[in-house]
């Protein structure tokens, strides 16, 4: 049968979309068997999972190695080298995996999958902080009882050091929130247990263990140093509450951050904080923690790094954007919010030169389906679907892939996570977008040290990719 290039094309995709969703069944179908049998037997701590799943990990990299370590996986080119590396398959990043088209799986899960296998909170629906870690770590689904355990153990390890307490509360309030973030993490290796050990001149095989406890050290910490930050700079001299040790990570954080009483907000940030936990790797802020961990800097060094990245506006910090933009076109619109004029203040924005927050990505070519699971959360509830500033992140939606594709120049038209995130957190009352960023950079820990964890215990050798100047790509292609 003879196909058009472009009919051929399209029936690659279907086909390779069919063999992916036949394969996703399947593994969805292996992840929650293993989860049912797993359900009968005592609890394991994430160590314990570890202990098993790391040798089988290693195994596999070896072999990869010495059977397939001549495989090409592409080509590289021109464009790659000037062009931002998109596209070049280069990291290796084991807990989620980014398709242009469907968006990120976590160890194959999509986000409507984790929804319905992660445990929640008690008396909650969403995924939690502590589910999603499991996940990303050890590629399994914890039971509700090894969710619980994990939970307590970070609320056990999670109040803050005091010389950490008398930093930050010694940072200016005029210090932007994410340059405090960093500094406090940077900070915490102080304490570091890898760094000591490394010092004490342990065997390169501890390395992981070492890792995966400051790991768990940093993810417990982040909402008590977060939410100082917040303390000081919004709400100077409130009391801040002590972590309880019954409530989960986000549960904890809300309730310094004092929206404690707030369960809708509590649930929103405990979806937000888990989808936005792992990107794959390519990200600025994987990305950079991965490289910075690759010396064998301390975990802490090595996130403190990627937070820097996150802090950047066409990456994390594009979510504080969004709001702003969003409060300008409200502002300027006044009560004349119709279609018609959002695509006129569009048209304004590109003119100007500017980006337009919140729209377009590195790898997807399709809506994020974190921003499309952040928006059904606001379908569910009345009180948001009534909120002028929900409404108007919606009616955006409807009109800017329009423009966007118009203006020809973006790959992808589509929203991406940011251009949701922030007008909840506005309908709740932390209307101070500037502080945005931080929540992501609690998030955004949970895959980055699971990566870290993951490059020690398989031995990955410290980052050093060739560059080449003008001049030198020039006579490389001449020859
Ligand atoms: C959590 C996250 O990090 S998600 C991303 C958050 N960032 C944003 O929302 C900021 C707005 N978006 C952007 O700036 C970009 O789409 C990025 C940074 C996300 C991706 O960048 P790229 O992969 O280089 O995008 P792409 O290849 O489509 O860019 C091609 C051109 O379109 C432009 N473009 C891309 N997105 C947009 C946008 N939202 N508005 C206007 N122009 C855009 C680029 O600036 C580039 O212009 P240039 O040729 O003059 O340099
Ligand atoms: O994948 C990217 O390049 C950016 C992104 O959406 C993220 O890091 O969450």
Redesign the pocket.
Known sequence: MFRSSSATARYVSRACAQKRFASTKVLFASLTEDWSSAAHRSPQTVREVLEEVVPKKQLQLKQLKTEHGQAVLGDVKVEHVV??M?GLKAMLWEASVLDPIEGIRFHGLSIADCQKVLPAAPGGKEIIAESMLWLLLTGKIPTEAETRQLSRELAEKGELPEYIEKLVDSLPSTLHPMTQLGMGVAALNHDSKFQQAYERGIKKSEYWTYALEDSLDLLAKLPALAARIYRNIYNPGKPLPKVNKDLDLVGNYVNMLGYGDNHDLTEYLRLYIAI?GD?EGG???AHTSHLVGSTLADPYLAYAAGLYA?AG????L??Q??LRWQMNMQKELGGNITHESIKEFLWK??KSG??????????LRNP?PRFMALQQFCDTRPELLEDPIVQLVKKTYEVAPAV?KE?G?????YP????ASGCVLYHYGLTQFKYYTVI?GVSRALGCLTQYVWSRALGLPIERPKSLSMDAIEKLIKQ
């Open positions: 062009g931002g998109r936005h990107h990200n600025a802020s996150l506006p066409l990456h994390g594009a979510n954007e969004v924005t590109l500017q980006v337009v927050p919140g729209y377009g990505h590195g790898v994020d966007l203006h120049k973006t790959k992808n038209p991406n996570v940011d251009a992501f």
